[in-house]
């Protein structure tokens, strides 16, 4: 079964700090994987895509990394700041009957305080 | 339109009253995904439509929810009876049908509140 989950379910930290978020996946077959940003109140906005043969990606202050063996994926928040709180959700993208059926992860709720 | 357009931004209904959640996606998009959440909870998966295919609506909680893609564009989200626990955020997402464009666009959901 084609499953995408995200640790830790929420995190709290200060401003400043740095973040790592998890997303483990059982998607096959693998055609890339994004992050997403989702802001409170809005829709998730994509913050970067990774494919088969990439193994990091950075987009700012936000590093993604991508280990298709293992079929994990880690995304590095660096020097925290207040509008990094949000949810981030891994979407994992799998080729299904000629198509790519979109697999989502449940997110991150990552509270940054002062 | 540019974007993925969900009506009713908020909606508060009764009880035991049926409610309608309208998504329109970007046009061209053959999938589209309805979720949900809760207040604190993560992503609720709830349906998946991808062209004529037969929707996968494995995610669907209860019997009192159904959904339609009429024409292939616009989808309706029907809850029955609404009960308090159904009280979320609905989401809908549309993406492109081409392999290599695979990017989720998302409405702004429909905030659905039963008193």
């Known amino acids: 079964k084609n499953q995408v989950e995200q640790s830790p379910q929420s995190l709290i930290i200060l401003e400043g700090k740095n973040c790592t978020l998890q997303?483990?996946?059982?998607?096959?077959?693998?055609?890339?994987l994004r992050w997403y940003k989702q802001d409170t109140g809005r829709g998730p906005v994509s913050l970067t895509i990774?494919?088969?043969?990439?193994n990091t990606k950075s987009n700012g202050r936000y590093t993604a990394t991508l280990d298709a063996d293992t079929k994990q994926s880690s995304l590095h928040i660096t020097a925290s700041q207040l509008s990094d709180s949000a949810s981030y959700i891994c979407?994992?993208?799998?080729?299904?009957?000629?198509?790519?059926?979109?697999?989502f992860g449940a997110g991150t709720r990552l509270a940054v305080h002062p | 339109g540019a974007g993925v357009s969900q009506s009713p931004s908020n909606k508060v209904t009764e009880k035991g009253k049926d409610v309608e959640l309208r998504c329109d996606p970007i046009?061209?998009?053959?999938?589209l995904y309805w979720y949900r959440q809760s207040l604190g909870q993560g992503l609720e998966f709830l349906i998946y439509?991808?062209?004529?295919?037969?929707?996968?609506k494995s995610g669907l909680p209860s019997d009192r929810f159904s959904a339609e893609r009429t024409g292939g564009s616009v989808s309706t989200l029907t809850i029955q009876r609404t009960q308090q626990e159904d009280s979320a955020v609905y989401l809908c997402?549309?993406?492109?049908?081409?392999?290599?464009?695979?990017?989720?666009?998302f409405g702004q959901g429909t905030r659905l509140t039963v008193v």
């Open positions: 997402a549309s993406s492109s049908p081409t392999p290599r464009n695979t990017e989720a666009f």
């Open positions: 979407v994992v993208s799998a080729a299904s009957g000629g198509y790519n059926k979109l697999i």
């Open positions: 990774m494919t088969f043969s990439e």
């Open positions: 439509f991808q062209g004529n295919s037969a929707p996968d």
């Open positions: 046009s061209g998009h053959t999938a």
């Open positions: 997303c483990n996946y059982t998607v096959s077959p693998f055609s890339n």
